[in-house]
């Protein structure tokens, strides 16, 4: 691999340690990899004011697309912005209150809306203990929803909204609802994702992390050829798919590994992506 001029770094597995957090190091290897001229952005699934309470004090980056690729920002500038229509907003909340399955509503400025009456599904799939099938880390980014980044609602406002966040303890139901929502993209324009058994995401049809990182390319000027992408999960394969050199992490599923070009030697929860960049900037 050629020194790339843009890095495109996952969080949730990736960036982030069992306890959603950017360590130290982390934070030092980014900061001397942007001083040697490498631009270095955040692509996620989180929605933007869930980014940078993960990280220590003064830890930047050149710009977020966030909502796996619905929202793009270069520094302050919004570049892009993606929302689903409306009407489809409306139908898949009543959707999720008829199935009984707990949803987080993103908006495009602010935190995830749940509406109040839904609070008893919410809790009842998050009772302890936590279920094995259930990652550690997806499970503590539910506990801190809820303890308060939840702004509850008596009911949905219209509004621009980014994405839908879908979970259940129990991946039998969660493949119910994704079954339930295939049928439901025969008359309503949507698209899914899901980075785990326990999860599925609705966004804008049509748009991903991968689509994201090309309109910052077209922003900056610079070829898929000369990017470098990180990720663990199946969200992250539109990335992989578009990005001249790409990393798994070591916890990522085997599927995932073998869309990459390398592996990294260590996991998430053992600062992988530090060791990993720490010898990449070693290397350039």
Known sequence: MRKPKAIFLDMDGTMLNNYNRVTDNTKSVIDKLRESGIYVFIVTGRGKNEIFQTAP??????????????????????????????HVVEAIVKLAQDNKIYYEL????????????????????????????????????????????????????????????????????????????????????????????NNVEVMVEGKNKGTGIKEFLNELKISTD???????????ESMFKLAGYTVAMKNAPDEIKAMADEVTEYTNDEEGLYHYLKKLLLDK
């Open 106 to 197: 993103f908006p495009t400025e602010g935190s995830q809306i749940v509406e109040r009456k839904d609070e008893s599904i919410l809790l009842a799939e998050m009772e302890k203990p936590m279920p094995d099938t259930v990652g550690i880390n997806e499970w503590r980014e539910r506990e801190e929803a809820l303890e308060g980044l939840i702004k509850w609602v008596d009911q949905v406002p219209r509004d621009e909204y980014s994405k839908f966040y879908f979970f259940s303890r129990c991946p039998e139901k969660m493949q119910r609802w994704i079954s339930v929502l295939r049928e439901q993209q025969q008359h309503l324009p949507f698209s899914m994702v899901s980075s785990s058994l």
């Open 57 to 86: 004090d003064g830890f930047e980056v050149d710009g977020v697309i966030s909502s796996n690729g619905m929202i793009g920002y270069l520094g302050d500038k919004k570049v892009f912005e993606h929302t689903l229509p409306f």
């Open 226 to 236: 000369d990017i470098l992408a990180v990720g663990d999960s199946y969200n992250d």
